[in-house]
């Protein structure tokens, strides 16, 4: 325990060097940003749409992707990106979730997340607030408070067909709801107009719809893990909020493991403005990976390529017994040109996986020795076996199998001992 946090406070330290180098050199962060926005042009739709929380991420795995996790969607960063990811989680997890923004623009975030068979469930809330602060022409304080935004969310989602062949194809939905505040302000005179600012607030609802899958492709490597992830999302659909189209985006996603212990993902977007569809932003693109250096440290790095808004993010992950602690830097375009840019910091508790690692291990313990009973002829038995599998598993496709050829092999010694009686 003491070797982890060690490399924790390393690890934590080498981000924060790599953030200071990266944004305070003007050779790295200006021509990069600069060379990807001369390809990409500016966007003359960007800034049309409400609620820029939905746009902003609370954190962890996914920001450190550079939001390439709608394929992924294997923790509880699942929420901001892909609603089917519940049903497929292994654990469940809660999560508190911290990120600098622009200048003193802060997000807080808090999500849960479990899954009981096929059916996942997830509640989500994250709130934006910045100080607000007026002062009139001759520099006298008139209006203060904050502006701020929040959403909750509720998820749920379903994994049908699964298998032990196939994992099946899972379907979510999450419903949103979002509340912009902003203090009251005042007029020409410096005086505080009552209710002013109520009559920009707003309050909205929406939802994200999601399918996910897994399979294996082109795999080098032994484990019953899929490799290969493929998802289609869309998110923020809904009504305008006070005239102003919401932030709808439709994404395809994918993601790829070549070796066991990297990741690759790449998501595609599209933003929609419902009201205007000649208004609609240009299509982006994300590209992540993320690499276990042991079975506690990870490290991942991704960039979000969109026009007036480039993201590099680089971040790590520390995974103790029962937390993970997780911290991303990123490099924006709409944030703040100081070291450090915008850090954003998590930590994930894992609430355990409802026993089904126990189940797994002795549904794999019950199957072996009906194999063994089988292959030493002793039908029964390895019946008796296969049978105890499929009551912990009914989705445990080989012990059906292993029934089944009992079965055939039981029906031909029939069909051999019919043949072989003499009837008089």
């Not at 944004?23 to 049309?48: C, F, K, Q, R, V």
């Not at 294997?74 to 892909?82: R, V």
Request: aromatic share 12%; net charge negative; with cysteine.
């Amino acid at each position: 325990m003491k070797r982890q946090f060690s490399v924790c406070y390393i690890v934590f330290f080498l981000t924060a060097v790599l953030a200071g180098a990266l944004d305070t050199n003007p050779d790295h962060y200006g021509s990069i940003s600069d060379y990807l926005d001369g390809i990409y042009g500016i966007d003359d739709n960007a800034g049309l749409t409400a609620f820029p929380v939905l746009n902003v991420p609370m954190g962890g795995r996914s920001e450190g992707m550079a939001s390439a996790f709608g394929a992924i969607s294997d923790d509880i960063s699942f929420l901001e990106y892909n609603p089917a990811g519940s049903s497929m989680l292994s654990r469940s997890e809660l999560a508190f979730f911290h990120n600098n923004w622009i200048a003193d623009t802060k997000i807080e975030g808090a999500v849960f997340a479990s899954r009981i068979k096929d059916f996942g469930y997830a509640a989500g809330a994250k709130w934006l607030y910045t100080p607000f602060t007026e002062y009139n022409m001759f520099g006298d304080r008139v209006s203060k408070g904050y502006y701020s935004e929040a959403v909750g969310i509720l998820n749920g989602s379903y994994n049908f067909l699964s298998g032990y062949y196939f994992s099946g194809v899972s379907v979510g939905l999450s419903l949103k709801g979002a509340f912009r505040f902003v203090p009251d302000y005042s007029d020409s005179e410096g005086h505080i107009l009552s209710g002013s600012g109520k009559s920009q607030s707003a309050a909205m609802a929406m939802a994200d719809i999601g399918a996910l899958t897994r399979f294996d492709f082109l795999k080098p490597y032994i484990s019953r893990e899929r490799n290969t992830s493929a998802a289609l999302v869309i998110r923020n659909l809904g009504p305008p909020a006070m005239n102003d189209p919401l932030p709808t985006v439709i994404s395809a996603a994918f993601s790829y493991k070549p070796l066991r212990p990297l990741f690759l993902s790449f998501d595609f977007s599209c933003p929609l403005n419902l009201q205007e569809p000649r208004l609609s932003e240009k299509p982006y693109w994300a590209a992540g990976t993320a690499v276990h250096i042991s079975s506690f440290l990870s490290m991942r790095t991704g960039l979000l390529f969109k026009a007036g808004n480039v993201r590099l993010a680089v971040g790590s992950a520390v995974d103790l017994e029962k937390i993970s602690l997780d911290i991303n830097y990123t490099l924006d375009l709409l944030t703040q040109m100081q070291p450090l840019n915008r850090v954003s910091v998590g930590v994930r508790f894992d609430l355990g996986d409802q026993g089904r690692a126990q189940t797994s291990s002795r549904v794999d313990e019950l199957y072996l020795a009906g194999l063994n009973a089988y292959a030493e002829g002793k039908y029964a038995e390895a019946q008796y076996y296969f049978e105890e599998v499929l009551k912990l598993n009914p989705k445990f496709d080989p012990a059906r199998e292993g029934l089944e050829v009992i079965r055939r092999v039981q029906a031909v010694e029939q069909r051999i001992d019919d043949l072989q009686r003499i009837d008089f």
